[in-house]
């Protein structure tokens, strides 16, 4: 069942997600006003408005700073063709970009499309419509990709947290302790665990298991492996402790979470 949702919002002071993100559908962000600090996935990058962000479905992300103003443009993968469908994917590879748009037309779409959406909540084919429209305007003339922080420009504390963000990436799957974590990056445990808590908003194994748990979302919505087989993929011991698990952090079991999809 296809989703697609255009939503404004704007703050007047500074202000920083409690907690990292992951969802099922591609998150278009256009930040319109002020700058902000993006984490996604293993990246950091420092945006200006006006600017975009490409985050793919199930990529963990949260974003930080000053008083902003944006438009998410949601849509799940169901809703959108398979040209547009690719498009979004290689965006989302380089994820971040400035929008060039000095005329200011494209904003003013961006804000027209979000009011028609709002005020217009029970048309669902004028909401698609208005994001193909959208859609139509990204492209390599209006978007610039932004480079990743640079390691010289970035806090020691930023850049120890990214590294383990990496590895736990590439080894979410295993059985890693703590101890082996801050011993393949040469971090004491202490540090590592200080650094990571102020980053992140969350202890580092809490990140291995809201990354496993996104992990298991994409694999209960794009396969039909067992539960015992997603488990052992997703580093969970049995697929008792992953349902366990899954129904305490998303608020359904995993059969359910599939059932809904």
Request: charged share 25%; proline share 2%.
């Amino acid at each position: 069942m296809g989703f697609i949702e255009i939503d404004l919002r704007k703050r007047e002071k500074n202000w920083s997600m409690s907690k990292l993100q992951s969802h099922d559908y591609f998150e278009i962000y256009f930040l319109l006003e002020g700058k902000r600090r993006l984490f996604v996935d293993d990246k950091i990058f420092n945006i200006c408005a006006p600017a975009a962000c490409v985050i793919p479905p199930f990529c963990m992300h949260k974003t930080e700073g000053s008083a902003y103003k944006r438009i998410n443009v949601n849509v799940s993968a169901d809703s959108l063709s398979d040209r547009e469908l690719d498009f979004l994917h290689r965006l989302s590879k380089m994820a971040a970009f400035q929008l060039n748009t000095e005329d200011g037309f494209f904003i003013n779409l961006l804000e027209r499309a979000s009011d028609l959406s709002r005020t217009h909540t029970d048309e669902e084919r004028l909401t698609a419509s208005l994001v193909r429209v959208i859609l139509s305007f990204l492209s390599e003339d209006t978007l610039t990709p932004y480079d990743e922080e640079n390691p010289e420009n970035a806090s020691k504390s930023d850049m120890a947290v990214m590294q383990a963000v990496t590895y736990i990436k590439n080894h979410f799957h295993e059985e890693l302790s703590l101890d082996e974590l801050c011993n393949a990056l040469f971090v004491s445990k202490n540090t590592l665990c200080s650094k990571f808590r102020s980053v992140m908003n969350c202890s580092v194994m809490e990140y291995r298991s809201f990354l496993r748990i996104s992990k298991a979302k994409e694999l209960l919505k794009s396969t039909k492996l067992s539960l015992s087989a997603i488990a052992d993929r997703c580093g969970f011991s049995s697929a008792n402790y992953f349902s366990l698990i899954f129904k305490r952090t998303v608020g359904i079991s995993p059969i359910n979470y599939r059932k809904a999809m």
